[in-house]
Structures are given as C-alpha cells and as structure tokens.
C-alpha cells in the first residue's frame, strides 16, 4: 500500500536549513492500523503529509498503491488525494454555515463519480458513524466528538485507500477520545488502512503497529497489542 525508501525533507539553505525528515524507509501493508508518534518536531507530521500527498520530498522515493508519486504535478497530487486518500484533523475543519450532510458531501465535488447520490452517500457514512439523527445540524449545534464523527464521515466519502488521522483526539476529552479511537479500530476490522499521528502513547497503542520518529528518524517500529 505504502512504501518509502531513504525519505528526507529540508527546508530552507545554508545556516538556516532545517532536516524534517533524514532518510526515512518502511513499508505500510493493505489493511494496517498504525500509529507515529512522536514529540514535536519529531519529523511526524512532516511524513505524514508527504504520504499524505500535502507536501513532496526533497529527495527519495515514495510509492503509493504501486504507484510512484515523487514526480507527480500539482493537479495529479490533488488527483490522489480526492480519490485515494482520506484526512482527519485534529481542529476538525469542518464550515460552520454547512449541515453535517453538506460538509460530508464536499470532497464529492471534486470527485469524478460528481454530486450524482451524494447526499444519500453523506446519509450512509454519517449513519455509519452514529450520526445518522443530526445530518442537518451544523457543527456549533454538536459536541466535539460529534464533529470529529463528521469529520471521519467526510473522510470516508470517497471510500479511500487509506485514511490519515493527525491527532484525532487532541481537543476531546477522555471519555470521547475513547469513543473516537474505538470507531477508528472498528473502520480498521472492517478493512480500512489508517495511519495515526499522535504524541500520545496511550493513543498509539490502540494501533497493532508503532512507528517512533525523533529528530526526523525512526527509532522504533513494534508490533502493539491491539
């Protein structure tokens, strides 16, 4: 599904040049449930991006369903990254003035399949995430957890290959963050492919794999016991 050989990123020239990422290498399988983790600048968001099509490397190779996306323009990034990739976000990124059926249905815009069934394929993924009773109600009319549902189901819309989930829990509270991490290992037993960003490690054990990164390297990549 995923693969990266001797990835690195750097920002910036001469005394100002920052490493993000120093040749990183690992292979993510079809149907894997794993977790980065690491501390701020740690260089996991910056991978997380780069396999998320948001950013490219600066040099190495990065493989995507067989498919090698180092070179890929502008246009086919956005390409992949509406049809083969979901994102969940930490602050949700969910438009205030848009029912939760209607920010469910955005990526469709941009989606060959158009907006042709999209509002009872909205319907269907918020039903799927437990949603199924506020598909009108917009986001300052739920909870948190209620719009990171939301926010999951709009991932989902397009049925993507794999789903990249940065620090989903970040503004939840426990007890949602329980009911969030639970839904993710359900789409996960269900087939779907998610990598996890998180600082936390009570968080990335909920993955059955654990990449740590420090200093835009990984330290370790284990087995976890879910």
Request: proline residues 3%; aromatic residues 4%; glycine residues 8%.
């Amino acid at each position: 599904m995923i693969k990266i050989k001797e990835l690195r990123r750097e920002y910036g020239d001469g005394d100002a040049r920052v490493v993000a990422l120093s040749g990183v290498s690992l292979h993510i399988e079809k149907n894997e449930f794993v977790a980065v983790m690491g501390p701020s600048g740690s260089g996991k968001s910056t991978l997380m991006n780069i396999l998320g099509c948001l950013d490219q490397q600066t040099a190495g190779q990065y493989w995507l369903d067989g498919r090698e996306v180092a070179s890929f323009d502008d246009e086919s990034l956005s390409a992949i990254r509406n049809r083969h990739i979901g994102f969940i976000f930490q602050t949700f990124h969910l438009l205030p003035r848009l029912t939760a059926r209607q920010n469910v249905m955005l990526p469709l815009r941009f989606s060959e399949e158009g907006l042709e069934n999209a509002g009872e394929r909205a319907v269907e993924m918020l039903g799927r995430v437990g949603l199924g009773h506020r598909i009108d109600h917009r986001p300052f009319e739920m909870s948190g957890g209620q719009r990171q549902r939301v926010a999951i189901a709009r991932a989902l819309i397009n049925r993507p290959k794999v789903i990249f989930a940065d620090e989903p829990t970040g503004n939840l509270d426990s007890k949602t963050s329980e009911e969030i991490l639970e839904l993710l290992s359900a789409l996960h037993r269900e087939g779907q492919t998610i990598v996890l960003v998180t600082h936390e490690r009570e968080v990335a054990e909920r993955a059955q794999r654990l990449i740590r990164m420090s200093d835009g390297a990984v330290v370790e990549d284990s087995k976890c016991c879910a």
